[in-house]
């Protein structure tokens, strides 16, 4: 049993954010019931190598999850939520605002019916100001929230993360967050809650280390002018097979060691000095030194006892296979719904009594569709005429089971 067992998730979400939210409470042990729309297409399901019907994507964000297809704009499948609703205790959903309102299911339709129901809602612009409506992505957040316009070289552009940053870091985890706290809330005063993420505030929050100076005291965050984001040695340094080494050896310790390294102690009046021209001469001194040796050189040495935040910039294959990422158990064999399993990365938090659960990679839309149903107690009459009216869609699972 997991952590969250007996915690009961009904999720209407999408594309990453939802879905990478859910993934780790199911992943904690949460009942997660997937309500997904039969005719719409999500983009992740086609995003890299399909592995039976659905890409490994996919079937990663969505793994543990029961899959059940409804169209939401039948009125027949608002009666289906609203009996969901009495069983399950938690909504996310993913939708502009007022969406879920126009479908009959909004927060106050729901708590009508389950008055301790936690509703998350996850949009880009939060549920309320000028832009609740627009559309965006991941590189829109961050942009407006300023992230972006101090993550670059100067006189260049922003530099596109390789992660999503505003959709996982602006999204799913403040959604987990919201979600535990308002369970923790719920169970010493009985009362549920909407919960409004927005990726746009949260991104706009991450902005920790220089946001303050600038309310404070009016100093702008420009690109390559701060200690973490270009303007001081703290930076990637090219190899001489052009690969790239991380230095972040910050304090006078670990400044030290970096110069005894790069073969001169006495730099460490360079590395230590608040002088921007020193700083700069011995930046350029480790750009020329790291150029020296390949990375495999540069890692020999420092697989030799160096403790003083220098790493080598690994490829995902290479993370895949380091020693550290495997001694962590990041990467585990998940089952697939039918047969097989599938590499999948693991859960990354360590419980001592209670470890993530993997059931099954995630599977096609609408899989469970037919299990649900008779747990809700419908009889196959019942289910026979809801077929014919497409509310469950043409989902070949559907067709199959129903």
């Not at 289906?80 to 502009?96: A, S």
């Not at 020329?288 to 040495?301: P, R, S």
Request: overall charge negative.
């Amino acid at each position: 049993m997991g952590i969250l067992s007996g915690l009961k998730i009904l999720d209407f979400s999408t594309l990453v954010p939802g879905p990478f939210a859910t993934m780790m409470l199911a992943d904690m042990g949460a009942d997660v019931l997937k309500i997904e729309a039969p005719n719409r297409e999500d983009l992740i399901k086609y995003e890299g190598p399909m592995d039976g019907e659905v890409s490994a994507t996919f079937a990663h964000l969505n793994r543990s999850k029961r899959s059940f297809a409804l169209d939401l704009k039948k009125p027949e499948a608002q009666e289906i939520v609203y009996q969901l609703i009495k069983e399950y205790d938690i909504v996310v959903e993913q939708f502009r605002p007022g969406v879920m309102e126009k479908l009959g299911i909004g927060y106050e339709k729901l708590k009508e019916i389950n008055p301790a129901i936690i509703f998350c809602s996850i949009t880009g612009y939060g549920q309320t100001g000028p832009l609740r409506n627009q559309a965006g992505h991941d590189i829109n957040y961050l942009s407006l929230a300023g992230v972006s316009s101090y993550s670059s070289r100067k006189g260049q552009a922003p530099i596109p993360a390789g992660v999503q940053v505003a959709d996982l870091a602006g999204g799913s985890m403040p959604a987990i967050i919201g979600i535990l706290a308002a369970v923790y809330h719920r169970q010493k005063n009985e009362e549920g809650q909407h919960i409004d993420i927005s990726l746009t505030d949260v991104s706009f929050s991450l902005n920790a280390m220089y946001g303050p100076s600038f309310l404070v005291g009016g100093i702008e965050p420009t690109a390559e002018s701060l200690l973490l984001n270009g303007g001081s040695f703290y930076d990637y340094y090219e190899t001489r097979d052009n690969r790239y080494i991380s230095v972040g050896s910050l304090e006078p310790q670990f400044q030290i060691m970096l110069c005894e390294l790069v073969g001169d102690p006495g730099l460490f009046k360079l590395s230590s000095s608040e002088n921007r021209a020193d700083q700069l001469a011995f930046k350029d001194k480790l750009k020329k030194t790291f150029k020296e040796k390949t990375l495999d050189e540069w890692n020999t040495i420092l697989e030799n006892g160096f403790n003083g935040c220098v790493e080598p910039v690994l490829n995902f294959s290479e993370a895949v296979e380091h020693p550290h990422i495997k001694a962590r158990e990041l990467v585990v064999s998940v089952p697939k719904y039918d047969e097989g399993s599938q590499k999948q990365i693991a859960f990354p938090i360590k419980f001592s009594t209670q470890p993530a659960e993997y059931r099954f990679a995630g599977v096609q839309t609408g899989t469970h569709t037919h299990e649900v149903l008779e747990e809700l107690g419908i009889n196959s009459e019942t289910i026979k005429s809801l077929k014919e009216k497409g509310v469950f869609g043409s989902i070949k699972q559907i067709e199959s089971s129903i």
